[in-house]
């Protein structure tokens, strides 16, 4: 039905910057909010941002000021961009999206994609 596929992940030196990408393709009929998650090595998933569809975002407070979520309606696609990259920031940064497909009487639905690991080492 949908599919997110993320990109842009990689080894960066610590100060470095990245900007990943995820695009949903599939019956869309509208997307909602969208969100980056992450997971570190041995940790739980934790959430790092949020964007609505009009562009209203927040970020989590240990990567405020150095992430920057953004959005591409027409595109169905968003971005994350990551600077001032920390060794604490190694994580598989999954995308999720809330997901209107086309249809009638089918809900919302949560989709997630297969992730893209970050790596900040030097």
């Known amino acids: 039905q949908v599919q997110l596929v993320e990109s842009g992940g990689g080894l960066v030196q610590p100060g470095g910057s990245l900007r990943l990408s995820c695009a949903a393709s599939g019956s869309i009929y509208r997307i909602d909010d969208m969100d980056w998650h992450r997971q570190a090595p041995g940790k739980e998933r934790e959430w790092v941002a949020t964007?609505?569809?009009?562009?209203?975002?927040i970020h989590a407070d240990a990567v405020k000021g150095r992430f920057s979520i953004s959005r591409d309606n027409a595109k169905n696609t968003v971005f994350l961009q990551i600077d001032s990259l920390k060794p604490a920031d190694t994580a598989v940064y999954y995308c999720?999206?809330?997901?209107?497909?086309?249809?009638?009487?089918?809900?919302?639905?949560?989709?997630w994609g297969q992730g893209t690991p970050v790596t900040v080492s030097s």
């Open positions: 964007i609505t569809r009009d562009g209203h975002t």
């Open positions: 999720k999206a809330d997901v209107l497909t086309l249809g009638i009487g089918i809900p919302i639905k949560s989709y």
